[in-house]
């Protein structure tokens, strides 16, 4: 984890975040991360009139991650409007476990932890294929 610059990633995050779509709930949300090939991705929240369609950041971030076919994910932060520090909600952690290298690390409301620890026993593409 020494080799993760976490000041660079929550700055690329904030910068991300004021890019953010919030019309509605003017909360802005802006994600970053670190991936297998060095790259650092970003992304921010979207909202849609029809509230149900809004996009998260890490939906943003993972959307960027595809396009760029800049592997897996390492590490990763998210960050609201006053650049605090959120944890995913449970769907982001889904997504983003479908996308995390081994062992990537997220910086949580409560310290650097896992996507295991974060989303133990999560259902995954190998679930499919062994079903």
Not at 36 to 45: K, Q
Request: charged content about 15%.
């Amino acid at each position: 984890m020494s080799e993760i610059d976490w000041d660079a990633l929550r700055a690329a995050a904030r910068s991300a975040m004021v890019k953010a779509y919030v019309p509605y709930s003017k909360f802005p949300v802006g994600a970053a991360a670190l991936t297998t090939t060095g790259e650092v991705i970003s992304g921010c929240n979207v909202e849609n009139a029809s509230y149900g369609l809004t996009l998260c950041a890490e939906c943003s971030l993972v959307s960027a991650l595809t396009m760029a076919q800049a592997g897996k994910l390492v590490a990763f932060t998210c960050v609201d409007g006053a650049g605090n520090i959120l944890m995913p909600c449970g769907r982001c952690r889904q997504l983003l476990s479908e996308h995390a290298a081994a062992g990537m690390i997220l910086e949580t409301v409560s310290g650097f932890k896992t996507m295991q620890e974060v989303l133990p026993d999560a259902f995954g593409p190998s679930d499919l294929i062994e079903r």
